[in-house]
């Protein structure tokens, strides 16, 4: 660790230049955030550095559990902000805002891949954000297979958890199931009992790991308590390890077996091979879809 890496491009994580296993060291971003809290201490360490003066989070909106996008300026904010929501928050509609309203010249983004991928579209067409995209320094990015509309999410915390938005303290997915955490009580829902509740475009994503971003973080490979960081470009390489040098985040060993680093390819491969099978099933049955059959085979299916 340390110094400029050599690039890897990985079919099934993405181009990165290196993976670790760490978790924040602050015990106030640990009680708070989701797993190891890699990105509320990143963001909040590239803060206190003038890395960022500012990031766009999914902060708290006027229903439990439906997140609505902030421009989160401060640690207070940032930590008030952490812990994974399990229903989209449309962030990059604060991009504009966050430089023009709020100021920023050095903007931080959180978002699942989907979002990341439309950040680096607007990096690269930047059609109507002139002088905004200039202005984004960091870009993180969270492992998602799939997310929820709300209305889903309600049906699943009320139906099978037997409560209600207000009443849940923490949700969290691992092991194939989807936690759903209340002062006194915890459910587990088989993930396989939440398919087709799934937002339709999550369908046909091909990314599981925030290929795209600036680094990228989850929990899957890491033991409990730990997230698995992908660092991928210099500015996420040079963050990461800045922090860890601080002792902002701290390492342990990446288990490398088949609950760890290969359970993540795994998971990573079968995304992208599950969706070439949608995008085919939709495109014989003539229905509109960003893709077609030869976009899709040669880097994804190699791995079958």
């Known amino acids: 660790m340390g110094g400029k890496e050599i690039m890897i491009h990985d079919s099934a994580l993405g181009p990165h230049q290196e993976i670790l296993t760490a978790r924040a060291t602050d015990k106030k971003i640990l009680g708070k955030a989701q797993d190891g809290g890699i990105v509320t201490a990143l963001l909040v360490y590239a ?180 997230s698995t960081v992908i660092k991928r470009t210099d500015v996420g390489c040079s963050l990461v390890d800045s922090a860890v040098e601080d002792g902002v985040l701290e390492v342990t060993e990446t288990n490398t077996g088949k609950f760890g680093l290969e359970m993540l390819r795994k998971l990573a491969t079968n995304k992208k091979k599950q969706r070439v099978k949608n995008v085919d099933k939709a495109l014989d049955l003539g229905l509109e879809v960003p893709f077609t059959r030869s976009d899709l085979k040669e880097d994804i299916l190699e791995n079958r």
């Open 47 to 226: 803060l206190e550095k003038n890395i960022i003066d500012g990031t766009i989070v999914a902060g708290d909106g006027k229903e439990a559990w439906k997140p609505e996008p902030i421009v989160a300026t401060t640690k207070k904010e940032i930590l008030k902000s952490s812990g994974t929501k399990y229903t989209m928050c449309p962030n990059l509609a604060m991009v504009k805002e966050a430089t023009r309203r709020y100021g920023l010249e050095k903007m931080g983004i959180v978002g699942t891949p989907c979002q990341i991928m439309g950040v680096r579209k607007m990096q690269a067409y930047p059609m109507g954000l002139r002088h905004v995209t200039d202005k984004i320094a960091l870009i993180a990015g969270i492992y998602c297979m799939e997310n929820f509309p709300y209305d889903s999410l309600k049906a699943f915390i009320q139906d099978k958890a037997n409560t209600t938005p207000e009443k849940v303290v923490k949700m969290d997915i691992s092991k194939g199931k989807l936690f759903i955490r209340t002062s006194d009580d915890e459910t587990a829902i088989p993930i396989k009992q939440t398919h087709g509740y799934e937002q339709s475009g999550c369908r046909y994503c091909m990314d599981y790991v925030a290929e795209l971003s600036d680094v990228s973080c989850g929990s899957v490979g890491a033991k409990p308590g730990w």
